[in-house]
DNA sequence: TTACTGTACTATATCATATAATACAGTAAA
DNA sequence: TTTACTGTATTATATGATATAGTACAGTAA
């Protein structure tokens, strides 16, 4: 597979193979028109339930980012700078409640930008 | 009590109450040295069980902004300023993961930063 | 017909979170 | 010393998210 999976990951296997999928499209392994892997063949390369995989593929379905067919398989819905901005708006979902809770602090917004200049230098 | 707990919040209820102390911290209603609502009273007041808020205020300890006095209660050991320095830290703790994967697939520090700027904007 | 696709359903297990009740130990004031 | 507060410890139960397991059904195409 074009990913792995991370039992040790602080992430649940389906959002790993949501990440993993997303990933591939941005990386070009992965273009719109393509079929995805097989549920069943997913799940035996990664080692993961079959109904792991469903949960992930269903998830990018209510996305958008792909569609499922019927005795086909889920064919890629999206491209390359479509998924860009939905990662970004995915990023900016899940800080949104902790950043909107430092501006009712008092906070002031270089102070927020200053944490994300930091995080960059260091890894 | 100088704080509320929504049980609707997607944050637990004991998140709820360890963000409630420190932000009465930083809006100065707890000083240094002040002794914080003995578990069964907070627990009373919020409407919570007791367990919760022991889980809370332990976590608290273990974060060196309290300390449990055997018979008498939890002593505030942390000033506002460090108090804000610690809530930064826990910022960049939690978004970090997202914010190192977002560097590694190629975004640039300036994308993620206008998230931030556009989180400020609305809210 | 065969061998693939996705779909649906039930059952089980684990973990974090939260609740509930009880008992024990330290502190301080009447 | 007694009383009424503190925190601490333990056990039990419930829920929801996550993950696994197995089985059966339906659509597609060679």
Redesign the interface.
């Known amino acids: 597979m074009w990913f792995k999976i991370d039992i040790r990951s602080?992430?649940s296997l389906n959002e790993q193979i949501k990440?993993g999928i997303k990933?591939s499209i941005?990386k070009g392994v992965l273009k719109e028109g393509d079929i995805l892997p097989s549920i069943r063949e997913l799940a035996s390369s990664l080692k993961v339930n079959p109904n792991t995989v469903v949960r992930a593929y269903k998830a990018l379905e209510s996305e958008g980012i792909i569609i499922a067919k019927q005795g086909i398989g889920y064919l890629v819905l999206k491209g390359k700078s479509e998924i860009?901005e939905l990662?970004?708006k995915d990023?900016?979902r899940?800080?949104?409640?902790?950043?909107?809770?430092?501006?009712k602090?008092?906070?002031n917004?270089d102070?927020?930008?200053e944490?994300?200049?930091?995080?960059?230098k260091k890894?």
Chains 1, 2 share one sequence.
């Open positions: 602080p992430l990440m990933e941005l860009r990662i970004l990023f900016a899940k800080i949104s409640g902790e950043a909107i809770r430092l501006k602090i008092g906070f917004v102070e927020v930008m944490v994300i200049k930091e995080i960059w890894k």
